[in-house]
């Protein structure tokens, strides 16, 4: 019993150790710049963190299951290429009205979707390790990608009425980050679907002798995975305007992390999105705000990445050893 309340002091001091020092970062980044820690700053973090915490939330239900999804970053730079050769080719009366972002995010909804549902049948039907499904599906999507663009640029600065866009100085993508972890977190709460997710992420075998589909549920999971992955894309996309060759590289790996120190296990069977998915995010997005205005060098977001993937990781296994002993 003695050793039992040890360990568990050591995965208390893991989790809430990891928020003091982010902490510590923002305290730092109040006194080196003044302008930090103000109204207008906050609402621009919140506004760029909603893109990652719709694409987290997707993420969360993978890694419940157990699974992990690679392609996330490269689903959307995908869909954001697809739009953005669509765009190039409506009507004008059609590009300025309000149809435009129906077709928009039906179509990029789509492309997640398809993406999805190849990375779910890999894992269920064809046992590929998700690693690695996902990461093969994720080079394959970035290389149709860079197929149809070439080295264009797409200019999608119409969709910045939605991802740009305030409400009561509320930036309008945060608040559909919200809605969405909102539904998303009672259908994982307090739906059948949940219960078998979770159930899934706990034990597969279980699940399959009480009566659940595993492998299409899995299929599901990862199909709903890429599209809240398109989602985020694109109100990414919108934010900057464009879609350029290096457009959502390297997010998934800020995604995952996000989902991680946000409570989700990369072990399965443990994971929640309010508050978890908001808390992941934000503290990522505060961390790289602040460099941001302390005008760091663009080889130092490398390092930051790695060591907060590096923290949310190690603290995962910290925990997961925890509840094994």
Not at 263 to 286: D, E, R, T, W, Y
Request: charged fraction near 10%; charge should be positive.
């Amino acid at each position: 019993m003695q050793k039992l309340n040890i360990f568990n002091g050591k995965v208390n001091l893991s989790r809430y150790g990891l928020y003091l020092v982010f902490a510590i970062i923002v305290l730092f980044f109040c006194f080196t710049n003044p302008n930090f820690l103000t109204y207008s700053n906050f609402m621009l973090i919140l506004q760029q963190m909603a893109p990652f915490g719709v694409a987290a939330i997707g993420m969360i239900f993978v890694l419940i299951l157990g699974g992990i999804d690679i392609s996330v970053g490269r689903v959307m730079f995908i869909s954001g290429v697809v739009v953005g050769e669509i765009m190039m080719h409506l009507p004008e009366g059609l590009y300025n009205s309000p149809w435009l972002f129906f077709i928009a995010y039906g179509v990029a909804i789509l492309v997640g979707a398809v993406f999805g549902l190849i990375n779910g049948v890999l894992v269920t039907k064809l046992n590929i390790f998700p690693f690695m499904a996902t990461l093969v599906i994720g080079y394959i999507a970035r290389g149709l990608g860079l197929t149809i663009a070439g080295l264009t640029k797409y200019d999608v600065r119409a969709l910045g009425v939605i991802s740009n866009s305030r409400i009561f100085g509320i930036p309008v993508a945060f608040l559909i980050f919200i809605v969405l972890a909102v539904i998303m977190n009672f259908v994982l709460r307090m739906t059948k679907f949940g219960k078998q997710t979770m159930a899934i992420g706990n034990n597969k075998s279980a699940a399959q002798q009480i009566g659940i589909n595993v492998d299409k549920h899995i299929i599901i999971v990862y199909v709903l995975c890429s599209v809240f992955a398109a989602i985020g894309g694109l109100l990414s996309a919108g934010q900057i305007s464009e879609v350029y060759t290096t457009f959502g590289e390297n997010n998934e790996f800020q995604i995952i992390s996000a989902a991680v120190i946000g409570g989700a296990s990369m072990f399965g069977g443990k994971g929640n999105i309010l508050p978890g998915a908001i808390i992941g995010v934000l503290l990522i997005q505060v961390v790289l705000n602040g460099l941001g205005m302390m005008n760091a060098s663009v080889y130092i977001y490398s390092v930051v990445r790695g060591l907060i993937i590096f923290f949310a990781v190690a603290v995962d296994c910290i925990n997961f050893k925890g509840e094994l002993r």
